[in-house]
């Protein structure tokens, strides 16, 4: 009996896949775990491994084209079997594939979508319009009720429905869409801004964000990190530091590392520290896991790996997905604080700023001092500002005197 | 500005044209001792004489084909019919000869000619008489197809079409003859192939053209009533279309109701129907609707004579139809 390959979800958040490679070509036998193509997800290439055996009959999907999850890719079966029932099928109804199962990802990025609404062979009917909309909105269509002609999803359907993000979000102000004027370039967005996009807007029109701003001394931190460094090839970075006091100081303030899920909390048992990282067209958080019981050494071992293979695209997506608090730095592009947009499922970021001699007054005499300023975003559902205050305040005392964090 | 009726307003096109340019001339059944079928041509005779107003026989194919070759030969003529239905008799000199000289003699010849008269049902005058032929002429390129739906634009179309250097169907109707509206004085030209919104709205464009406007811009204040704020788009000329207009309006609208008093199949409504649901595909949030005439030969009996013509109460409800009201 030959056996459909269907686009599988390769990353949390993937809904379509671009077909990068076949590494099986037709007639090709195919094992279980063999690599059978590369497919480009919203993220990184990432490689299809087989769950069938068999001998690769037919491929469905072209390098370079694109499918939904849940949509055929190719055939698998013994050499001269008869296909054509499969391929008069046309697309198949979106559904998990058996093959290669990922390990789900806490936290509302990988939370099941409310109750789908499709005809009985899964395809959804809305309008081209609808559709559209929908897409410029992050909703699945599945989850919106339609009130035309035999379900059919039009768009005072979509513009009824709060953006993607739950039934707390708030209506988002539907995009304009612009016409380009004399002069104006039209760009082709990628994937990963695509994501971007959906993502940091879910995040900002979802969570209600305040900041907190504290300039925090550094001296002692900088000093203890040259003896640290003194003699070793490799110097330890100042991203490790932070992510190891971060994972000391959430350890002691669990609420911070915790995660909205509709109408419970969870609260996370390992500190999962995401550091942003940008890239030529967008940026990934490469994870950390664990910063509370890691020594210094290794989260920047951990670090340095994850920060180097997210530069060449090559993270997996266990490897950026849910950081329970994200860090980032732009001390080194010389700006000295701002506001960062919280990364789902954590519920506070930190906004790092750059080191500077300052002046400072210590018992009534001015001395210079390096200081850096760090602005924490939290999501004032789950953490209030007293919470958010005693987390930053003994964050800022452990950076300045880091011995506090051993104590 | 003056408010004068639709034949008044094209007597005045052939009037200042006949006077700017002797090369324009008038023939056709009736036209000058009768002063026209319809007195569009009243006084023309008197004023331009026998030789530029020309009473022919009762031969369609023959008088269309004189006008053919005139206008091969260098002069600008306007062939009157009587109506549309008897153009039937006319087509091959039409579409075989007016449509394809320009292209079969490599440019070597031109046929700067305008057949006009009215086109569409009227009232009383059985299926033989009372047909919308446009789509017939729409057909084939290398005709343009003209139909105005106010005096205003009746005047100026016109007088671009006895301008323009290829064969123009322009199309009247018996029904608009006395409608009354203002006309500019003097040298008011439209040009061809842009379309008018008559009325702007927001929420349903209604494509559409010649007679039906008016019943377009009845439904679209019935539709006001209700809350509905419909666009009433005026094609005015079908060859050239100006496509850009009725994409830009439903692009803003997202909803879109053709409506065309030809019969429905492979008619100029179906046409802009499909335009309309190709280009405008992410934009729309219905199918398109084509309020059409009924797909019979026009009744007799009067009652059904209207039933098979477009009318306010099926524009209005095709456009709840794509409201989904």
């Known amino acids: 009996?030959?056996?459909?390959?269907?686009?599988?979800?390769?990353?949390?958040?993937?809904?379509?896949?671009?077909?990068?490679?076949?590494?099986?070509?037709?007639?090709?036998?195919?094992?279980?775990?063999?690599?059978?193509?590369?497919?480009?997800?919203?993220?990184?290439?990432?490689?299809?491994?087989?769950?069938?055996?068999?001998?690769?009959?037919?491929?469905?999907?072209?390098?370079?084209?694109?499918?939904?999850?849940?949509?055929?890719?190719?055939?698998?079966?013994?050499?001269?079997?008869?296909?054509?029932?499969?391929?008069?099928?046309?697309?198949?109804?979106?559904?998990?594939?058996?093959?290669?199962?990922?390990?789900?990802?806490?936290?509302?990025?990988?939370?099941?979508?409310?109750?789908?609404?499709?005809?009985?062979?899964?395809?959804?009917?809305?309008?081209?319009?609808?559709?559209?909309?929908?897409?410029?909105?992050?909703?699945?269509?599945r989850t919106v009720k339609g009130t035309g002609p035999e379900g059919r999803v039009v768009k005072r359907d979509v513009e009824s429905m709060p953006a993607a993000g739950g039934a707390q979000a708030a209506v988002r102000p539907s995009a304009p869409l612009l016409k380009p004027g004399p002069g104006d370039e039209v760009l082709p967005v990628s994937r990963m801004r695509q994501v971007i996009a959906?993502?940091?807007?879910?995040?900002?029109?979802?969570?209600?964000?305040?900041?907190?701003?504290?300039?925090?001394?550094?001296?002692?931190?900088?000093?203890?990190?040259?003896?640290?460094?003194?003699?070793?090839?490799k110097k330890i970075s100042v991203n490790a530091f932070l992510m190891a006091i971060c994972g000391h100081a959430l350890a002691r303030h669990p609420r911070v590392n915790s995660s909205w899920n509709g109408e419970t909390l969870l609260q996370h048992p390992t500190a999962d520290i995401g550091l942003a990282v940008s890239l030529p067209d967008g940026l990934i958080t490469p994870v950390v896991r664990d910063c509370g019981r890691k020594g210094i050494a290794v989260i920047d071992a951990e670090l340095s790996d994850l920060v180097e293979r997210a530069r060449a695209g090559k993270l997996a997506p266990a490897?950026?997905?849910?950081?329970?608090?994200?860090?980032?730095?732009?001390?080194?592009?010389?700006?000295?604080?701002?506001?960062?947009?919280?990364?789902?499922?954590?519920?506070?970021?930190?906004?790092?700023?750059?080191?500077?001699?300052?002046?400072?007054?210590?018992?009534?005499?001015?001395?210079?001092?390096?200081?850096?300023?760090?602005?924490?975003?939290?999501?004032?559902?789950?953490?209030?500002?007293?919470?958010?205050?005693?987390?930053?305040?003994?964050?800022?005392?452990?950076?300045?005197?880091?011995?506090?964090?051993?104590? | 500005m003056s408010t004068v009726t639709f034949r008044e307003a094209l007597r005045a096109a052939l009037d200042e044209e006949m006077a700017r340019d002797d090369s324009v001339i008038l023939l056709g059944e009736e036209v000058g001792q009768y002063n026209g079928a319809y007195k569009v041509s009243q006084g023309l005779l008197e004023k331009y004489g026998p030789e530029r107003v020309m009473d022919t026989p009762i031969s369609e194919e023959g008088f269309t084909g004189i006008g053919i070759g005139a206008a091969i030969a260098g002069l600008r003529p306007v062939v009157e019919?009587?109506?549309?239905?008897?153009?039937?008799?006319?087509?091959?000199?039409?579409?075989?000869?007016?449509?394809?000289?320009?292209?079969?003699?490599?440019?070597?010849?031109?046929?700067?000619?305008?057949?006009?008269?009215?086109?569409?049902?009227?009232?009383?005058?059985?299926?033989?008489?009372?047909?919308?032929?446009?789509?017939?002429?729409?057909?084939?390129?290398?005709?343009?197809?003209?139909?105005?739906?106010?005096?205003?634009?009746?005047?100026?179309?016109?007088?671009?079409?006895?301008?323009?250097?290829?064969?123009?169907?322009?199309?009247?109707?018996?029904?608009?003859?006395?409608?009354?509206?203002?006309?500019?004085?003097?040298?008011?030209?439209?040009?061809?192939?842009?379309?008018?919104?008559?009325?702007?709205?927001?929420?349903?464009?209604?494509?559409?053209?010649?007679?039906?406007?008016?019943?377009?811009?009845?439904?679209?204040?019935?539709?006001a009533g209700e809350g509905i704020d419909a666009e009433v788009v005026d094609l005015r000329s079908l060859r050239p279309l100006d496509e850009r207009t009725v994409y830009d309006s439903v692009m803003r609208t997202n909803r879109c109701v053709v409506v065309d008093e030809s019969m429905p199949f492979a008619s100029v409504g179906s046409h802009?129907?499909?335009?309309?649901?190709?280009?405008?595909?992410?934009?729309?949030?219905?199918s398109v609707e084509l309020v059409s005439g009924e797909d019979v030969p026009m009744p007799y009996n009067h009652g059904l004579e209207l039933a098979a013509q477009p009318s306010i109460e099926k524009i209005v409800s095709a456009v709840k139809r794509v409201l989904y009201a």
């Open chain 1, 1 to 141: 009996m030959p056996e459909k390959i269907l686009m599988i979800a390769l990353s949390p958040t993937m809904e379509t896949g671009t077909l990068a490679r076949w590494r099986k070509k037709e007639g090709d036998t195919v094992a279980s775990g063999d690599v059978l193509c590369e497919v480009e997800t919203d993220k990184a290439t990432m490689d299809y491994e087989s769950s069938s055996e068999g001998t690769l009959l037919k491929i469905l999907l072209p390098e370079g084209g694109q499918a939904k999850v849940g949509d055929p890719i190719a055939i698998v079966g013994k050499p001269g079997e008869d296909i054509a029932a499969i391929l008069a099928e046309g697309p198949a109804k979106a559904s998990v594939s058996k093959a290669a199962p990922l390990k789900p990802v806490a936290g509302p990025a990988a939370s099941a979508a409310p109750a789908a609404h499709s005809s009985p062979g899964g395809r959804i009917k809305a309008s081209p319009l609808a559709r559209r909309l929908a897409g410029t909105k992050g909703l699945d269509l």
């Open chain 2, 272 to 286: 802009i129907a499909w335009l309309v649901s190709r280009n405008c595909f992410d934009d729309l949030d219905a």
């Open chain 1, 198 to 233: 959906r993502r940091l807007s879910e995040s900002m029109y979802t969570a209600p964000h305040y900041y907190l701003t504290v300039a925090v001394g550094m001296d002692e931190l900088l000093a203890a990190r040259t003896r640290l460094n003194a003699g070793r090839e």
């Open chain 2, 81 to 223: 019919w009587m109506t549309f239905n008897f153009s039937l008799q006319a087509m091959d000199q039409v579409i075989s000869n007016a449509a394809k000289m320009r292209y079969m003699s490599g440019g070597q010849f031109s046929v700067p000619i305008v057949f006009r008269g009215p086109n569409g049902p009227a009232e009383f005058l059985g299926a033989q008489h009372s047909q919308a032929l446009q789509s017939l002429f729409a057909h084939f390129p290398g005709l343009k197809v003209v139909a105005p739906s106010t005096p205003a634009d009746g005047k100026g179309l016109l007088k671009a079409s006895i301008r323009d250097d290829n064969p123009v169907l322009f199309l009247e109707s018996e029904m608009m003859y006395g409608l009354k509206g203002e006309v500019p004085e003097g040298e008011h030209v439209v040009p061809l192939g842009v379309a008018d919104i008559k009325r702007p709205g927001k929420d349903v464009t209604i494509v559409t053209y010649s007679k039906p406007v008016r019943m377009a811009l009845e439904a679209a204040e019935a539709l």
């Open chain 1, 319 to 407: 490897e950026y997905a849910g950081a329970t608090f994200t860090i980032s730095n732009l001390g080194a592009a010389g700006i000295d604080e701002f506001t960062a947009i919280i990364n789902p499922p954590g519920s506070a970021i930190l906004a790092v700023g750059a080191v500077r001699k300052e002046p400072v007054v210590e018992n009534d005499a001015v001395v210079i001092r390096q200081r850096m300023r760090v602005t924490l975003s939290c999501d004032h559902r789950i953490i209030d500002g007293a919470v958010g205050a005693a987390f930053l305040r003994e964050l800022a005392d452990m950076l300045e005197n880091p011995l506090l964090a051993l104590a």
